[in-house]
């Protein structure tokens, strides 16, 4: 704790430090203030309702929008909200609808376009939201057009655009392939490699390869663990809190701050790639353990 809190001290020592957490906080604050959802209605005349569930970095919903807002446009007749599903408000709604929907809410994306009960999931065309519509006003029963069946339109939704690879959809691809593909991006992490680097260095001088077997082997094995608990931890994190708009702000500042202390670190040690593993004192006392081992 006491460690933590000198961190902490030292970290808040430098006025560059201080100046750009002030600035993070107020990019934060105008951007929870300024990115709020366009509507929350709920519509009373009668009229069939369409909801659209977006979220604000979504590149696939900023390809939705101009489509939707044009049937908007041209569909007078037909009420439309639009929501922004990582705000609190917005998340439980488009869980409820969700639900009512029949979909599975473990496995939800956005863009997602609810025409009463139909789920249009990712981007659609100008000519199958309107379809959708007609059908849903000429088949759906009751004031609320609930449907008989919901029916789930499949898209482009998981399509990524990849480097070197191209646009491809990762749901299609095997869990080894995706791991090793995974691995394979996470393994240029410079500070990793160079904690692997000095790792190697210290076991230069091991003649034992007993020692060696067993060092290399708990490197591998702690960070495999603890990349195992870091990734369950943050799946079963946001599957409990779901889109909410605060969490995707606080992750995008701390990201952001992350890059500026970086371009700092890069800038203030005359263009050298570096990345701390310790002081002469540390070695030290790494070499003694390896010994002791």
Not at 91 to 119: C, E, N
Not at 261 to 280: H, I, N, P, R
Request: glycine share 8%; aromatic share 12%.
């Amino acid at each position: 704790m006491n460690s933590i809190l000198s961190n902490i001290k030292k970290f808040f020592d430098s006025k560059f430090n201080v100046y750009l957490v002030i600035a993070l906080t107020i990019m934060g604050g105008l951007a929870f203030f300024l990115t709020g959802e366009t509507s929350s209605q709920i519509d009373s005349s009668g009229k069939l309702t369409i909801h659209f569930f977006y979220l604000p970095a979504c590149p696939h919903c900023s390809e939705q929008k101009p489509v939707y807002f044009d049937v908007k446009e041209e569909r007078t007749d037909v009420t439309f909200y639009e929501h922004d599903a990582s705000s609190q408000e917005g998340s439980q709604l488009f869980y409820q609808m969700a639900r009512d929907a029949g979909l599975d809410t473990s496995r939800l994306g956005v863009p997602i376009i609810f025409v009463g009960k139909h789920a249009l999931i990712g981007v659609q065309s100008k000519e199958q939201i309107i379809s959708a519509i007609d059908n849903c006003i000429n088949n759906c029963k009751g004031d609320e057009y609930h449907s008989e069946t919901t029916q789930e339109v499949k898209s482009g939704f998981s399509d990524y655009e990849l480097p070197f690879i191209g646009r491809t959809n990762l749901t299609k691809w095997s869990l080894p392939t995706l791991a090793i593909v995974l691995g394979a991006i996470d393994g240029f992490n410079p500070c990793a490699m160079w904690v692997l680097v000095y790792l190697i260095g210290l076991l230069i001088g091991v003649k034992d390869k007993k020692k060696v077997w067993i060092i290399v082997g708990s490197f591998v094995l702690a960070s495999g663990i603890l990349y195992f608990l870091f990734m369950t931890a943050w799946i079963n994190i946001f599957l409990f809190v779901g889109y909410i708009r605060i969490l995707t702000i606080l992750i995008g500042l701390i990201a952001l701050g992350g890059g500026v202390l970086s371009l700092k670190e890069y800038f203030t040690t005359k263009d050298a790639l570096v990345c701390e593993v310790g002081d002469a004192n540390s070695h030290k006392n790494t070499m003694n353990k390896i010994k002791k081992i």
